[in-house]
Every structure is written in C-alpha cells, then in structure tokens.
Nanobody
Framework: QVQLVESGGGLVQAGGSLRLSCVAS????????MTWYRQAPGKERELVAR???????NYADSVKGRFTISRDNTKNTVTLQMNSLNPEDTAVYSC?????????WGQGTQVTVSS
C-alpha cells in the first residue's frame, strides 16, 4: 500500500524552528521527485521546496535561506527543516511524491507560527 505520512508540525513562536518529516511506504522514494507544498486558509497551495531524484533542490523565494529540504533514501524519508519561522509560514504542509504518471500525497501537517 502506497502511503506518505507527515509529522513534525505544531505551534511555534515567530523566530522558532520546526522539522517536518515525510515517511514513504509502498514505493522507493529515491526514484521520485519529492516536494513539500503548503496551503494557508483562503490561499492557493504553493510549492515550498522540491528535491529531485538526482539531488537538485529548489525553494520558493519566500523560504530561501530559511528552509532546507533533504532526503534519506535509506529511510525512505524526506524532511523539511524550517528555521526563522514567521506567521506567514502558517499553513498545512503536505508531502508529494511524483514520478511519470504516479502522484502521491500525504494527509498534511499543520504548522502554526504565533507572533
């Protein structure tokens, strides 16, 4: 059974840090493009950070220098280290795995940053 399970969200004060994890099961994560998205209330979903199967990483301008995406293929896990959080980072963060016609989503984890 294919599954992505996110964890690590929560409530943090502005300036704080959180580390989100996404554990994949039922497929080999190393072969997939892994992307973290977020969606805030009343806003469209946006790409936060992406890691390709060959190691290329991309970030939204709003998170560059603050967030880091990494993957551990031995643990079938991708993480998002988030530093210097601000209230504008408040959203539901979701993990996505994509390869050719395959597209998998996790259930999302809530991140709330208080001012």
């Amino acid at each position: 059974q294919v599954q992505l399970v996110e964890s690590g969200g929560g409530l943090v004060q502005a300036g704080g840090s959180l580390r989100l994890s996404c554990v994949a099961s039922g497929f080999t994560l190393s072969r997939y493009v892994m992307t973290w998205y977020r969606q805030a209330p009343g806003k469209e979903r946006e790409l936060v950070a992406r890691s390709t199967s060959v190691g290329v990483r991309n970030y939204a301008d709003s998170v560059k220098g603050r967030f880091t995406i990494s993957r551990d293929n031995t643990k079938n896990t991708v993480t998002l280290q988030m530093n210097s959080l601000n209230p504008e980072d408040t959203a539901v963060y979701s993990c996505n795995a994509h390869r050719q016609t395959e597209d998998y989503w996790g259930q999302g984890t809530q991140v709330t940053v208080s001012s």
